[in-house]
Structures are given as C-alpha cells and as structure tokens.
C-alpha cells in the first residue's frame, strides 16, 4: 500500500452547529416525514418497491394534473430529468425552438443542442414574460417539431405566465412541448392535460419540497409515441426513456434506484396530495405576496415587474451601497438563514417553495435580512416591513 489513511475530520467539525434555514432558491428545508424516509434503504426491486413506485406515479399525475401522461423518474438533479426529456423527444436534426428567458431555459437549449438538434432560440431578454405573439411568430418561422420553455426563470425570477397560451399555440402547429417546472411545480397551477404540455420536468429539491438528486418528469401520449417511433439510437443510456420504464412501469431493472430519495418523494408527494394543490397553491401564494410586500415596506425593490414577477422565487435588488454577498454571509454567520445571490445580476433571491412558504420561516427571513442589510451599512425600514408582513399574511387568513 503506497497511500496511508488521510486525516479529515468528522461532519460535525464541517457543519454548523444549528443547520441554516435554507431560503435560497434551493434546496429547500424538508419535511421530517420526508427526512425520516430519506434515512431508509429497501430492495430496489420487489413487492414493497413495486407498492411504493405505484402510489409515486398517481400522486405525481395528480401533481402534474394529469390523467394517463407516462411518468418516470431519474437519479440524478433536475438537470437530468431535463436532459432526459430533451435527448429522449430529439433526434439528430429535430428542429427545436428554445424559449430563452434565462440561465435554466438556456441550458435546455444546449442539452438540444449537444444531442444534434437544429436549434433556434427566441431570446426574451430582461426581465419580461414570454408572449403568445412572439411565440407564433417564431413558430410560423422556424417550424420547430419542439419547443422548450421554463415555467419559472430561478435565475432572473421572471414567470412565463402566458405559458397556456403558448402551449396551445405550439399545439395548434404540431409541436411537442417541454416544460421546465422545477422551481414551480407544485408551487402554482400546471395542468398537463388542460394546456396541453408534453412533458413537465422537474427536481425534488425545490417546490416539492424533497431532497436533490432523484427527480420527476412526466411524457404525454403523444411524445410517449414519439419516444417509441424514434429511429436515432439513445446515446445516453441511463436517461433512455425506453429503458426507465422497465424500472417505472414493468416491475424489471434499469439501474439500482435511488430507493431512499424514492421513499423521501414518495412522503413530499404524499404531504402535497394531503394538503390539496389548491391549499397550497393559496400558502404559497400568500406567503410570496406577504414577502414581497415586508421587502417593499423595508425600502427595497424587487427586480422583475409585477406582471412577470415570479412567486416561488423572489429577486431583490441590492441597494447602492451595499454589498449582496456580505449581506448573505451576515445572514448566514449571525441569523442562521442563507439566502442566494444570482448569476451575474445584483440580486439577492428568496425561495418561496414548499417548506419555506410558512409564516414563521418568512418572519425569521425577512428580519435576518432587513437586520443584515443595516449591519452592513443599508439603511432599510425594518418594523414597516415587518408590519406589513403580519398584515398581508393575516388579511389573507394565515399560513
Ligand atoms: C434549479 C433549477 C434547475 C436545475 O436543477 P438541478 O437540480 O440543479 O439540476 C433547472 N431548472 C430550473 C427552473 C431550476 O430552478
């Protein structure tokens, strides 16, 4: 043996003492019920699996709203349920139109791109929402066979809210649509069947409130079709469709699941079938406006205009004079609640998905961060938006 033992230290010397209240733009905290399946290990194949697969599939196709849409899940980050649906619906050559918002819509189009797709984007800059217009405009022009979008934009917090109009447009000219839903499933409608979606993805770590690494995406009838009819054989091999349904639909091996982030999705899922999706379409809701009201009350602004400002993730701009990251570590060292910056922009961002959609996380949060802001030489109103945040969240009945 050439190498000895290295010297590390246990995980207590690494961890905080008090784990930070995660409300960034994830992952989110989780619930004991899903921490506690987190913690178990069960033959990935079986009776008891088969038991648990069944009731992941109907609870997800009441989450994606949908009545008979194929769903699979993936071991790996919401990054692989995205590359999954793209590399599974795109052949050498398919001719893609990728919605760009941002950093996450971006990524979809590359995925398209690296599997060989005729990729053409529509780039909606800034921090605006996609309109029906533009869509049909460039659907009529580029004829694509798929188009991808992002429900929500994490990274600049802009919400695609036309995104029903959209589908039925891309609908109307035959094409399959993808949809991003990570950071929003869950968090406010999506109707699979109703819109006309072709596939959703999304993780476990965000509006779902479970843990990262073992996602969801679902497949309508019509892109099942497509999948099964493709003639370029799958370069990827853990993220073929074909072969995830053995695992998913037939009761045989793909690959060893992840059974223990299974069993953790299996309660997230259980806990939102529990709650009802609009109980918690309301909570989440609330909690975002309540938020955002405390935050404008402080003095702040948020980054994104009303009409495209998404709720499940919420961009503050940093005031002059202040710098986000010792804001953010402040908030970490002093208050134990880590919130994120963004990607190249002077923001700060708020998670508002899941567990974080609760009144006394968003009390702790936006004390934390008005308290840092004037630790670190701003100057924001802390009692108003404090105010403001009891007021909003008790006219709309609590959370
Ligand atoms: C976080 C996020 C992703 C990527 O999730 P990973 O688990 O990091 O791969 C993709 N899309 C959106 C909209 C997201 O918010």
Known sequence: MRHSPPAVVSLDAILPEEPLLMMGAGPVPIPARVAAANSIVINHLGETMNRVIEQVKVMARYVFQTGNAQVLGVA??????????VCNLVEPGTKVLAICNGFFSQRLAE???RCGADVVTLDVPGTRTTTPDEVEAAIKRERPALV???QGETSNTVWNRYLPEICAIARSHGCLVVVDAVCTLS????????????????GGQKGLSSI?????????LEAWKRIEGRNAAMAHWCLDARLADRFWNKNSYHYTAPVSGILALHEALRLICTETLPARFHRHELCSQALQRGIEAMGLDLLVPEEARLSSVVGIK?????????VRRYMSRVYKVEISG??????LRIGQMGEQCRAHTIF???HAFGSSINAVGGKVDLPSGVAELERVLTEGGGA
């Not at 990262?212 to 309508?220: A, K, W």
């Open 212 to 220: 990262p690494g073992v996602s969801l995406l679902s497949f309508s």
């Open 111 to 113: 995925m398209a791109n």
């Open 187 to 202: 968090t406010m409608p999506m109707d699979m069947d109703d819109w006309g979606v072709d596939s959703i993805i999304t």
């Open 364 to 366: 702790r949060t936006l």
């Open 148 to 150: 991808t979008l992002v």
């Open 76 to 85: 790996g980050p919401a990054s692989a349920a995205m590359e999954m649906a």
């Open 342 to 347: 963004a990607f190249g922009l002077d923001i």
């Open 318 to 326: 940093v005031p002059a004079g202040v710098s986000g990251e010792e």
